[in-house]
């Protein structure tokens, strides 16, 4: 971050996102069916953004084939599979550890994008990167061998699959030649994934009811508004002023706010697991971006000097 309000932006967007994690908690705590809650909170998103993607974007309607593949892979795989994982896995694990699993994102999106650019083999150090993330998923698990099902576990498996989702998503999706805005397509994604969790949600058994207390109701507009709509839109302001390497960094910051927030508002402690497990991961992450990174600090210096 090379000035004062990129770098307000961007520990603003750490704290928003990161914060979202415990409002998740405190509303499945409220009474919010995991997979229905996560598809409200997407039905006022994808309203205000394609709101958004109708003044500031001269096509905010897919139009080709490749636009709609586009949309339909985030939908399924960003916004559907990636909410519907993470929510019901919050109900097993804390705000922090959950955090801590989606900051291993972009070291699985390195994975996948050498998986699907067989030009781009993944190098010693590479496996190396990745197979850290991995243990640093084993380390905030804890798990009991004599019970590799009990609670937290599972919680953190499910939260697992989910930033798979998200990482396999944002490879397919690059790897489609549409002409669609980013905008467009986020608003697009998220009213069509918002629309595959209703029917999951039903398919699933869920009660339709969304509560009406005040606790219920700040999650979904916190969660909507702040976290999703204007998250996003700053998300992508930082992202066409830093690059993706300096906004990636971003996934790392957000879980010390996610591990503040649920201490001093849902009172969930921060363990010695959840400390290392951040960590290892983002040790992984470093020895993956190694190359990227030094350049990025070079840059850095070279426009304070």
Avoid at 110 to 125: C, D, I, K, N, Q
Avoid at 196 to 206: F, I, N, Q, R, T
Wanted: proline letters at 4%; hydrophobic letters at 55%.
């Amino acid at each position: 971050m090379t000035n004062y309000r990129d770098a307000v932006l961007f520990l603003l967007l750490a704290a928003v996102w990161g914060s979202a994690f415990p409002a998740i908690k405190a509303g499945l705590e409220a009474g919010f069916e995991p997979v229905l809650f996560a598809a409200v909170r997407y039905d006022v998103a994808g309203v205000v953004m394609l709101a958004y993607a109708a003044r500031v974007s001269d096509r905010w309607l897919p139009r080709t084939r490749a636009d709609w593949t586009t949309v339909g892979i985030a939908a399924v795989l960003m916004i559907a599979a990636y909410h519907a994982f993470l929510f019901v896995g919050e109900q097993q694990t804390t705000s922090a550890v959950a955090a801590v699993v989606v900051s291993l994102s972009p070291v699985l999106t390195t994975g996948f994008a050498r998986a699907f650019l067989p030009s781009e083999r993944l190098s010693v150090a590479g496996l190396v990167g990745l197979g850290l993330g991995l243990i640093g998923v084993v380390v905030l698990s804890n798990p009991d061998p004599e019970n590799l099902f009990a609670g937290n576990t599972v919680g953190v498996l499910l939260v697992l699959a989910a930033s798979t989702c998200f990482a396999l998503g944002s490879v397919l999706t690059q790897r489609v030649d549409d002409d669609l805005s980013i905008e467009t397509m986020e608003a697009w994604s998220m009213l069509l994934g918002a629309g595959l969790m209703h029917v999951v949600s039903v398919a699933a058994g869920e009660p339709q009811v969304v509560p009406r207390n005040s606790e219920a109701l700040f999650a979904i507009a916190y969660l909507s508004l702040a976290a999703s709509a204007a998250g996003f839109l700053v998300y992508f302001e930082l992202l066409e002023r830093l690059g993706p390497i300096e906004i990636n960094l971003v996934s790392y910051v957000a879980p010390v706010f996610a591990a503040v927030v649920g201490l001093l508002w849902l009172a969930e402690p921060i363990t010695p697991n959840t400390v290392a497990g951040f960590l290892v991961i983002f040790t992984g992450f470093c020895v993956l971006k190694r190359r990227a990174l030094a350049a990025e600090l070079r840059r850095v210096r070279a426009s304070w000097a």
